[in-house]
């Protein structure tokens, strides 16, 4: 019966270490378990359905944490996903954002932007900078998102809501956007939706 105790007794206390250091939710779900909540609207093969639904599969892992990090705490509303970021852990996040981020990036579909529109949306990235923080072929990098091959109807609302200020949680954009014109942030998402 002392025996049977004593391995009760070390059970339960390597179960609240596990618990204690946030490992409680790798025994209950595995990452990619945990993950699949954003199938339902990023889609199962990494394209959404919504077109006005970013593409994750692929992203920067550090701008994933980054967004999950802000919805959880509010600096980003959306109304479905800050209920699901609240209820990841900072390591939750992390794991997660890593899990995409090894993901290969899917293949839209989308055409390239004619000449014309090229031309324009090159001539107000020079104007406002976007390679800066981007890089050059618009593939991010840390925390900064990848913008080529994004969906255009994202790219066109990510742009406007951080225009109109409905998006918060990056000021600098906030400032690009409301510098650049209705009719430059049309020819930029169409091209790089098309890269």
């Given at each position: 019966?002392?025996?049977?105790?004593?391995?009760?007794?070390?059970?339960?206390?390597?179960?609240?270490?596990?618990?204690?250091?946030?490992?409680?939710?790798?025994?209950?779900?595995?990452?990619?378990?945990?993950?699949?909540?954003?199938?339902?609207?990023?889609?199962?093969?990494?394209?959404?359905?919504?077109?006005?639904?970013?593409v994750i599969w692929g992203q920067r892992a550090g701008y994933i944490?980054?967004?999950?990090?802000?919805?959880?705490?509010?600096?980003?509303?959306?109304?479905?996903m800050q209920p699901i970021a609240s209820s990841f852990e900072k390591n939750d996040m992390l794991a997660i954002a890593e899990?995409?981020?090894?993901?290969p990036w899917p293949d839209l579909g989308q055409p390239r932007?004619?000449?014309?529109?090229a031309a324009q949306a090159l001539s107000a990235e020079h104007s406002v900078g976007c390679t800066g923080c981007h890089l050059d072929h618009f593939q991010g990098d840390s925390t900064v998102p990848r913008l080529a091959g994004q969906s255009h109807d994202y790219l066109t609302k990510a742009m406007?809501?951080?225009?109109?200020?409905?998006?918060?949680?990056?000021?600098?954009?906030?400032?690009?956007?409301?510098?650049?014109?209705?009719?430059?942030?049309?020819?930029?998402?169409q091209y790089l939706a098309g890269l």
């Amino acid at each position: 019966m002392v025996g049977k105790l004593a391995r009760l007794v070390s059970r339960g206390a390597v179960l609240g270490l596990l618990m204690g250091t946030g490992a409680s939710l790798a025994l209950a779900q595995s990452i990619p378990e945990r993950a699949e909540v954003c199938a339902g609207c990023h889609g199962q093969d990494g394209k959404p359905i919504d077109k006005s639904i970013p593409v994750i599969w692929g992203q920067r892992a550090g701008y994933i944490y980054i967004q999950l990090r802000d919805f959880k705490r509010g600096d980003r509303k959306n109304e479905i996903m800050q209920p699901i970021a609240s209820s990841f852990e900072k390591n939750d996040m992390l794991a997660i954002a890593e899990y995409f981020s090894q993901k290969p990036w899917p293949d839209l579909g989308q055409p390239r932007s004619p000449k014309d529109v090229a031309a324009q949306a090159l001539s107000a990235e020079h104007s406002v900078g976007c390679t800066g923080c981007h890089l050059d072929h618009f593939q991010g990098d840390s925390t900064v998102p990848r913008l080529a091959g994004q969906s255009h109807d994202y790219l066109t609302k990510a742009m406007n809501d951080f225009r109109t200020r409905t998006r918060g949680n990056n000021p600098g954009m906030t400032d690009l956007m409301l510098a650049t014109p209705p009719d430059d942030i049309t020819a930029l998402a169409q091209y790089l939706a098309g890269l």
